[in-house]
């Protein structure tokens, strides 16, 4: 499986982005699909993530309410919704896939990895 990321830019404290992760492959249904982020010297940390199916989804603390992980198997693609972004929501984000079941937090339960999309706001 490849994983390509978009979306990532420059926007102000308070406002929005959209995320893409397009898959390749014909079997992305049977993938967790997750969302991860590094700051700099920061480790990276669990965002959101979504079961195959699409009818589990998991957040971090720090963006429950804010952001809304989806998917669409149709179109190889899960997406991640951010709204009132902050500061602290300045990192590169990796999309990840991962076979087996449920919305899973952990990195090291995920086999694929996307090359990463920057997101920096603006305060």
């Known amino acids: 499986v490849q994983l390509q990321a978009s979306g990532g830019g420059l926007v102000q404290a308070g406002g929005s982005l959209r995320l893409s992760c397009a898959a390749s492959?014909?079997?992305?249904?049977?993938?967790?699909m997750g969302w991860f982020r590094q700051a700099p010297g920061k480790e990276r940390e669990f965002v959101a993530a979504i079961a195959g199916s699409g009818a589990n989804t998991r957040y971090a603390d720090s963006v429950e309410g804010r952001f809304s992980i989806s998917r669409e198997n149709a179109e190889n693609t899960v997406y991640l919704q951010m709204n009132s972004l902050n500061a602290e929501d300045t990192a590169v984000y990796y999309c990840?896939?991962?076979?087996?079941?449920?919305?899973?937090?952990?990195?090291?339960?995920?086999?694929?990895w996307g090359q990463g999309t920057q997101v920096t706001v603006s305060s």
């Open positions: 492959g014909r079997t992305f249904s049977r993938y967790t």
């Open positions: 990840a896939a991962g076979t087996g079941f449920g919305a899973r937090m952990v990195a090291t339960t995920y086999d694929y």
